[in-house]
């Protein structure tokens, strides 16, 4: 009896075997959708307000634009910061900067630089950063552009969570820059409160 039921079972799948390349349809499998991803082009650009102090000691006493003739000379000035970066990966980025302050009772300064910007999450919209980098500013009290290290620290929340480790869309920012510390005959700290609103692609 065995045998025969294991006959029959072999004589069915032949049969349906058979059957498969005669007008056999298969049942239609549904495609499987693959997730895609748009992750960011790590380029971002930004821009905003800047308040600066700048405090200059002098060996002698210097004639200011402001008509004052001192040994030490104290002033504030408003303007605006432009900044380019790239994000290289979630712990590191390289930004290029622009600040020029002309309103105020000075004329103010004008700074170049180039900054490597390591980062550290705090949460997936929230960032606390560093600047260090090498630029180039020119003052009132300065004859020509004094070039040498720039330093900083700031926070950036982005309004949209990371893709992957890198920021999307649009971002606030608030940083302490200082773009110049002179020593020598005439002693030259400037510093700079920036914030702003940045675009990450």
Not at 187 to 192: A, P, V
Request: hydrophobic share 35%; glycine share 10%; net charge positive.
């Amino acid at each position: 009896m065995k045998k025969l039921t294991m006959s029959i079972a072999a004589l069915a799948l032949l049969t349906i075997s058979a059957n498969a390349g005669d007008g056999y349809v298969p049942a239609p499998v549904e495609p499987i959708a693959v997730p895609v991803v748009d992750i960011p082009l790590g380029l971002y650009l930004g821009g905003g307000f800047t308040y600066a102090s700048s405090e200059c000691q002098c060996d002698s006493s210097v004639k200011f634009t402001n008509g004052k003739t001192s040994r030490i000379n104290k002033s504030t000035s408003y303007g605006l910061n432009l900044k380019a970066g790239y994000t290289y990966n979630k712990y590191l980025a390289v930004e290029a900067k622009y600040l020029n302050t002309t309103l105020g009772k000075n004329k103010g300064f004008t700074h170049y630089g180039l900054y490597l910007k390591p980062t550290y999450a705090i949460t997936d919209n929230l960032d606390i950063y560093a600047l260090l980098g090498y630029g180039s500013t020119k003052c009132e009290i300065l004859k020509g552009s004094q070039k040498g290290f720039a330093w900083g620290a700031g926070a950036e929340y982005t309004l949209n969570k990371k893709v992957n480790g890198f920021k999307d869309g649009a971002s606030v920012y608030v940083e302490y820059l200082r773009p110049l510390k002179k020593t020598g005959n005439k002693n030259i700290t400037i510093d700079t409160v920036n914030a702003g609103v940045s675009y990450h692609f």
